[in-house]
Structure formats: structure tokens, C-alpha cells
T-cell receptor
């Protein structure tokens, strides 16, 4: 079984550009979580999605950030008009169902804004 | 709100030394507790978990016991190996809420031969 896949692994964007981060959950998993890891900090929850639904977006910045998990295809985390403070590692995790309490993480996308 | 506080390190040990990483939490009710490990350049892997008071999680020689009275979930290993070098994160999922993980800041462990 393939694990959680994220691409790209490394992404460099200039200030003002858009960043699109992709996450393919483990086979059979329909729950996706996005976390952000800023330098020297732990991971912070951003958003929790099921297929075609956002369940909890309490950790998402109010502006410039959006996420989706369509019926077909990967989950996308989109950051518009990136700023230097968006530079971080973004991790996606997936779980089988709501009550499994076991989240499987991808390798992360390291975003650098220049 | 819910939070996790853990030793931050970095910590350097010699091979076969005893390891303890302290973790305490703040949460209402009975959260589920986890230790995740992140090896260099990789994502996080679940190391062990406990879902109710007095449960002991164990894996790969690591152990942690869910202590409700002290709101703690300290990670221990009796004899570390060089391959245990990684960053260790304590985390919780709050009871009855969204299944989001709340993480501590992580502790980097280096084990020297």
C-alpha cells in the first residue's frame, strides 16, 4: 500500500505568487488533515476535510489560504499571494474514518518564499 | 484551550543510555494521547498511543503511560540506539471534538555511538 503522498516535496515561490500543495491520502482513506510546521515550532493544525466537505477549518488563516478535497483527485492546499511568513513545511495526514484516531502523515512540502 | 507541553531539547545521549522525554497536557475530559517520531527528511510516524487513563502504549522499546492524575504522558526507553535519533512529538486529540492533533513543539534527540 502506498502511503500518503505529497507533491511537490520542495516549492519555491516569489512573494505575491500562488502556491498549490497536493496531497493524495492512503488508499481507502477519506479524511485529510493539513498541518503547518514553522521553523523551530511544532505542527499546527490548519484544516480537516472529508471528500467534498470542509469539516474544521479553525486553524486556517482567514485570508489567502484555501483547501479542497474533491470527489476525485488529491486534496489541494492553496496559498494566494504568498509572503515570506508562509515559508514552512506543510504536512498532510489521512485517516480511515472519524474515530480511528490514527493519522498517517506524508513526507511534507517545504515551501520557501523568496 | 487544549495544549501540550514537552521537553524541547535538543538532547544528545550515548548509545544504550536511558531516555525520558517529559510531556504534560491541558485538555477537558479524556483526550487520546500520542507520541510521533520524525526522522530526518521524512514525515511523522505514529510511535505509540493511549486512549484512556492508565493505558500504556509501547512500540520499538519505547513506552508511555497515560497518567490522568498528573496529566502526563512521558516517553521512556531503557537503552537508546543511534537509529533512534529523530525529533519526537507528543500530541493529543481532544475528546468529543474534531479529530485534529494538538502537538507539542517537539524534541530533537541525537544518539552517538
Amino acid at each position: 500500500n502506498a502511503g500518503v503522498m505529497q507533491n511537490p516535496r520542495h516549492l519555491v515561490r516569489r512573494r505575491g505568487q500562488e502556491a498549490r500543495l497536493r496531497c493524495s491520502p492512503m488508499k481507502g482513506h477519506s479524511h485529510v488533515y493539513w498541518y503547518r510546521q514553522l521553523p523551530e515550532e511544532g505542527l499546527k493544525f490548519m484544516v480537516y476535510l472529508q471528500k467534498e466537505n470542509i469539516i474544521d477549518e479553525s486553524g486556517m488563516p482567514k485570508e489567502r489560504f484555501s483547501a479542497e478535497f474533491p470527489k476525485e483527485g488529491p486534496s489541494i492546499l492553496r496559498i494566494q499571494q504568498v509572503v515570506r511568513g508562509d515559508s514552512a513545511a506543510y504536512f498532510c495526514a489521512s485517516s480511515l474514518d472519524r474515530n480511528s484516531y490514527e493519522q498517517y502523515f506524508g513526507p511534507g512540502t517545504r515551501l520557501t518564499v523568496t | 484551550g487544549n495544549s501540550v507541553t514537552q521537553m524541547e531539547g535538543p538532547v544528545t545521549l550515548s548509545e544504550e543510555a536511558f531516555l525520558t522525554i517529559n510531556c504534560t497536557y491541558t485538555a477537558t475530559g479524556y483526550p487520546s494521547l500520542f507520541w510521533y517520531v520524525q526522522y530526518p527528511g521524512e514525515g511523522l510516524q505514529l510511535l505509540l498511543k493511549a486512549t484512556k487513563a492508565d493505558d500504556k502504549g509501547s512500540n520499538k522499546g519505547f513506552e508511555a503511560t497515560y497518567r490522568k492524575e498528573t496529566t502526563s504522558f512521558h516517553l521512556e526507553k531503557g537503552s537508546v540506539q543511534v537509529s533512534d535519533s529523530a525529533v519526537y512529538f507528543c500530541a493529543l486529540v481532544a475528546q468529543g471534538g474534531s479529530e485534529k492533533l494538538v502537538f507539542g513543539k517537539g524534541m530533537k534527540l541525537t544518539v552517538n555511538p
